[in-house]
Nanobody, 122 residues
Framework: QVQLVESGGGLVQAGGSLRLSCGASGRTFSTNVMGWFRQAPGKERDFVAAITEIAGRTLYADSVMGRFTVSKDNAKKMVYLEMNSLKPEDTAVYYC???????????????WGQGTQVTVSS
């Protein structure tokens, strides 16, 4: 089993920044993909970004490209999402998740954290 725990969410004004963290425990961390998704009230859970744990290859949703950066620290079993130039439409619960291969859909990911709320005020 794998346990994922997100932290770092909060309330920020538009244009501000936040850094989300995701800690992993359980089975080996370094052979998979870690992703970030978000879900706003009444909407589906959407892909945000992902990173492969060995090569560090990254993938981003068009809506966050150039504003968000995903990174990892394999030794600490941590994944991060640096969010800059935040907009009110970035408001959502943010989830980290683990997959065996790089993907953009919810079905690609098998383990999920509990989520952390990000609220961007205008």
């Amino acid at each position: 089993q794998v346990q994922l725990v997100e932290s770092g969410g909060g309330l920020v004004q538009a244009g501000g920044s936040l850094r989300l963290s995701c800690g992993a425990s359980g089975r080996t961390f370094s052979t998979n993909v870690m992703g970030w998704f978000r879900q706003a009230p009444g909407k589906e859970r959407d892909f945000v970004a992902a990173i492969t744990e060995i090569a560090g290859r990254t993938l981003y949703a068009d809506s966050v490209m150039g504003r968000f950066t995903v990174s990892k620290d394999n030794a600490k079993k941590m994944v991060y999402l640096e969010m800059n130039s935040l907009k009110p439409e970035d408001t959502a619960v943010y989830y980290c998740a683990r997959a065996r291969a790089l993907g953009r859909t919810v079905d690609d990911y098998e383990y999920w954290g509990q989520g952390t709320q990000v609220t961007v005020s205008s």
